[in-house]
């Protein structure tokens, strides 16, 4: 079946520390990869977007990695603040047909 | 902020009326999506509009209908309220006209009850 998984579990650290969330898929074949923001009660806001094509981007302290091998995208922030504490989500979008398909998110908590 | 207002904010209604979640936008975009956001599920895709009475489904569209008669209006309607569509429901808008949905705007999400 297909699926997308991301880390379950809170992710806890310091501030300071450089936080990695993963983004796993099976039996798809996306072409874009995105990932968002989503802080208690608000809407997700859009951070990044990856193509296929695409092994990294960055945006300020934000960096994203996709690999098509492994089925994996990685994001980054470094030097984290306790102001990046939320939910991240990832979606994936296939090819030209406008309908991502989300992940569940991965709670960040930076720690002062 | 992308200017995405959605209405109403919290609704408790009873099973069986009908309900309507309305959509506005100011940024003039093309597409407009309504979702669905509940625990143990990532958001779902309930109908999405391409332009002025265009509209195709979603993944999770039974139960739902949708109108968009004009540009900056996107309307949900759940003719007759479940329980099931007890749910966190969000606007979206996205211009990118390329191969890609592009970038996504949010609105604050609207919060139904159905006792």
């Known amino acids: 079946s297909q699926k997308i998984e991301q880390n379950s579990e809170a992710l806890n650290i310091q501030e300071g520390k450089t936080a990695t969330l993963t983004c796993n898929y099976t039996?798809?074949?996306?072409?874009?990869l995105q990932w968002y923001r989503q802080d208690p009660g608000r809407g997700p806001v859009f951070l990044l977007l990856?193509?296929?094509n695409e092994k990294e981007k960055r945006k300020e302290r934000l960096k994203v990695t996709f690999d098509t091998t492994l089925k994996q995208s990685l994001f980054h922030i470094t030097a984290s603040q306790p102001a990046d504490s939320a939910t991240y989500l990832c979606?994936?979008?296939?090819?030209?047909?406008?309908?991502?398909?989300w992940g569940l998110g991965t709670s960040l908590a930076v720690n002062p | 902020d992308a200017g995405i207002t959605q209405s109403p904010r919290h609704k408790v209604t009873e099973t069986g009326t009908p309900v309507t979640l309305r959509c506005h936008q100011t940024?003039?975009?093309?597409?407009m999506y309504w979702y669905r956001q509940d625990p143990g599920h990532g958001l779902r895709l309930i109908h999405y509009?391409?332009?002025?009475?265009?509209?195709d489904k979603g993944e999770v569209s039974d139960g739902y209908s949708v109108s968009r008669s004009k540009t900056e209006d996107f309307l949900l309607t759940l003719e007759s309220a479940t329980s099931s569509q007890t749910s966190v429901y969000f606007c979206?808008?996205?211009?990118?006209?390329?191969?890609?949905?592009?970038?996504?705007?949010f609105g604050e999400g609207s919060r139904l009850t159905v006792l």
């Open positions: 979606a994936l979008e296939l090819d030209n047909n406008r309908k991502l398909i």
């Open positions: 039996n798809y074949s996306p072409a874009y």
């Open positions: 940024e003039n975009h093309r597409y």
């Open positions: 509009s391409y332009g002025v009475k265009d509209t």
């Open positions: 979206a808008i996205s211009e990118n006209s390329g191969m890609s949905t592009g970038e996504l705007f």
């Open positions: 990856i193509r296929e």
